[in-house]
């Protein structure tokens, strides 16, 4: 029973014995006093007793206090900027050197590409020319003349031809031309390899950025998740608010690695394949002019206006 009802029972209490004493007392043949009953009013509102606290404004209270306590408790909760800048920004100072390499390795690859590109477009036309001049040509003298003074591993691979010829034109008198043919197959060869090592500089450095770049993002990874872990038990909490930035901020240095990593392989497969293409060609302009070292040895053997007929 509450309070208010024990009060209610001790008031009528006192009014009944009150009462039955007044009748007592009163003289005998006196008609009895007839009271009125007073008009019940409405109850009142249930208010809390005197000395109960007041629960939400002591919570109200609580929390305020404790924001002004420890206002980082709060900030752990907010949420964080996860756009691609924002964690980098957030991100330690180990990670971002590793985003920065790896964002300057792609730079260096899309770099490559575009040089790289443009170079082998031009050697191969220049190679196709020559071979096509080398091709239509009856001797060396036609094809140094149909090329002039143009560049080129083509024009190069005449000109060494007509060197080795003339400074073999005193022993070609008294012995065969295969030794000539040999010496002017290794000098092609030589040349044909040095052009391919010259328009193959720079895809060296494609197959190692592709190779190490993943590596080196997972390295990102790893230091941010270590970071992020050391974090979440300094805050002595696992909620995702805390949790998840620090590995969405380490997970971007896999992702910034893939991105430089796949283009660069990608790109030096397409390198590999045109550059043994331009291969190709310097081959067949090279097989060209061993035939026409071959056809002028032929009509060293016939008459002089024979020769002079086919020049």
């Known amino acids: ?67 002004a306590a420890d206002p980082a408790a709060i900030s752990l909760t907010l949420p964080h900027d996860l756009s691609p800048w924002g964690m ?56 140094r003349r149909a090329l002039g003074h143009t560049g080129g591993p083509g024009a190069l691979l005449v000109r060494a031809a007509e060197e080795e010829a003339a400074l073999s034109a005193g022993a070609l008198e008294h012995v065969s031309g295969d030794g000539l043919k040999e010496r002017v197959t290794s000098r092609l060869s030589r040349i044909e390899a040095a052009a391919a090592r010259r328009m193959s500089r720079g895809t060296g450095v494609l197959a190692t950025i592709g190779s190490t770049a993943p590596f080196v993002g997972l ?40 991105v430089a990593a796949i283009p660069a392989v990608v790109i030096y497969n397409v390198f590999a394949r045109s550059i043994a293409g331009y291969r190709q060609i310097l081959a067949d302009a090279s097989a060209g002019v061993e035939r026409l070292v071959s056809r002028d040895l032929d009509f060293r053997n016939v008459a002089p206006e024979t020769a002079l007929a086919a020049e």
Do not use: Y
């Open 88 to 143: 980098f920004m957030a991100a330690d100072i180990v990670v971002k050197g590793v985003m920065i390499g790896l964002a300057f390795a792609s730079l260096v690859t899309w770099t490559i590409w575009l040089a790289k590109s443009l170079e082998i477009l031009g050697g191969k036309l220049n190679a196709r020319r020559a071979a096509s001049a080398i091709g239509n040509a009856a001797s060396l003298n036609q094809a």
């Open 219 to 258: 390295f990102g990874t790893v230091w941010g998740i270590m970071n992020a872990f050391i974090g979440i038990s300094q805050a002595q909490t696992t909620n995702l608010a805390v949790v998840a930035p620090g590995i969405a901020e380490a997970l971007l240095a896999t992702a910034m690695g893939l």
């Open 1 to 67: 029973m509450s309070r208010h009802g024990l009060f209610a029972a001790l008031i009528a209490s006192v009014i009944l014995s009150a009462g039955g004493t007044a009748a007592q007392e009163q003289p005998a043949g006196s008609a009895p006093a007839i009271e009125t009953p007073a008009p019940a009013s409405p109850p009142a509102a249930a208010s809390p007793p005197a000395g109960t606290p007041d629960v939400t404004a002591a919570l109200e209270a609580g929390v305020s206090t404790q924001a």
